[in-house]
Nanobody
Framework: QVQPVESGGGLVQAGGSLRLSCAASGRIFSSYSMGWFRQAPGKEREFVAAISGNGGNFYYTDSVKGRFTISRDNAKNTVYLQMNSLKPEDTAVYYC?????????????????WGQGTQVTVSS
């Protein structure tokens, strides 16, 4: 079992950058695939990126490809989301999810553990 805790959100101007962190408790963090999702007001939780336990496989939604980078440091039990060239439409609460196993999923219902979220606001 892991318990994710997100941090790093904030207010940034369009074109700027932020790095989100998700620190997870648990002794076998490397056994969990991790995903970043976001949710804007009135919308369903949306997939952003996912990474396998060993960091060798990752996947992005089309709208963030080339701008966002997901990575992880298993020694620190932390997964990151580097967000560059931010746009106002990236504004949302960003959540980190964990799922035991090596498969990557875009469906938030596949993830078992969630953090409380961190707000990202991009002004135009």
């Amino acid at each position: 079992q892991v318990q994710p805790v997100e941090s790093g959100g904030g207010l940034v101007q369009a074109g700027g950058s932020l790095r989100l962190s998700c620190a997870a408790s648990g002794r076998i963090f490397s056994s969990y695939s991790m995903g970043w999702f976001r949710q804007a007001p009135g919308k369903e939780r949306e997939f952003v990126a996912a990474i396998s336990g060993n960091g060798g496989n990752f996947y992005y939604t089309d709208s963030v490809k080339g701008r966002f980078t997901i990575s992880r440091d298993n020694a620190k039990n932390t997964v990151y989301l580097q967000m560059n060239s931010l746009k106002p439409e990236d504004t949302a609460v960003y959540y980190c999810g964990a799922r035991y196993g090596s498969s990557l999923y875009m469906d938030f219902r596949k993830y078992d553990y969630w953090g409380q979220g961190t707000q990202v606001t991009v002004s135009s």
